[in-house]
């Protein structure tokens, strides 16, 4: 299979690696931190990308020391400016290496849809923190499904190669011992928004005010911001 992480492919379609969205994502991750009193003296990110997600953390929890960790050069080429005496990065796999002492918090935001083996993923990644905050899309809805090329061309532009209704990732993370303490899901964020895509939006916002859980089922767009507690190793 082809490494579009390491070959410049992810790179030519996604320059920024998405960090336009990094304040929006540690904003939802505070919140969802600070109604649960979960420690973060030590926090890692397993596919920090362009470390920008850590950057805006470390505005906001200044006691905390940060590591991100990302498999991709090219990730780590964006993100390796913006070290600080707080905030490290290392180009390496967690799953393989580990780590000496388990973080307090584990983040892992939008990695899993990537991973040609996210069974395997989850099973590495259990015993190198205490609590992980998960962020997966929800691609999979009635909508998605009726219009299918929306998930070929997601596949080929974002990388994303599996799909996920919430039921079914909160299974497997079950399934591996993540004991799941809080969640709650994030709206969609589009840098460019057609007429179509606007319209979509005012019937999901609609929707999602009578039922977030019947919006993700059917008009989909959302991702699952998911707290959980590791299994004990």
């Excluded at 950057?55 to 913006?82: C, E, M, Y």
């Excluded at 923190?129 to 061309?153: A, Y």
């Excluded at 497997?172 to 993540?178: I, P, Q, T, W």
Aim: with cysteine.
């Amino acid at each position: 299979m082809q490494d579009i992480y390491n070959d410049h492919t992810y790179l030519a379609n996604n320059p920024t690696w998405h960090e336009e969205d990094a304040p929006f994502k540690a904003e939802r991750i505070l919140r969802l931190l600070r109604r649960n009193a979960v420690p973060t003296k030590t926090v890692g990110e397993v596919g920090c990308g362009s470390g920008e997600v850590l950057v805006q953390l470390a505005t906001q929890l200044p006691n905390s020391r940060f590591t991100g960790f990302d498999i991709s050069a090219d990730a780590l080429a964006l993100a390796s400016g913006k070290q600080t005496d707080r905030i490290g990065f290392e180009l390496r796999d967690l799953t393989s290496t580990g780590v000496a002492e388990p973080f307090d918090l584990l983040l892992v935001i939008d990695v899993i849809e990537h991973l040609p083996n996210y069974f395997q993923f989850l099973e590495g990644i259990g015993g190198s923190g205490r609590h992980t905050v998960f962020h997966i899309p929800l691609d999979l809805s009635l909508w998605s499904l009726l219009r299918e090329q929306m998930l070929i061309e997601s596949k080929a532009r974002v990388g994303h190669i599996h799909n996920f209704t919430e039921d079914f990732i909160l299974s497997v993370l079950a399934d591996y011992g993540f004991r799941v303490l809080d969640k709650m899901y994030t709206e969609p964020r589009y840098k460019h928004w057609s007429a179509k895509e606007r319209l979509t939006h005012l019937l999901r916002r609609a929707l999602y005010a009578l039922s977030p859980r019947l919006c993700s089922k059917l008009l989909g767009g959302y991702s699952l911001l998911v707290l959980t507690e590791n299994p004990a190793r």
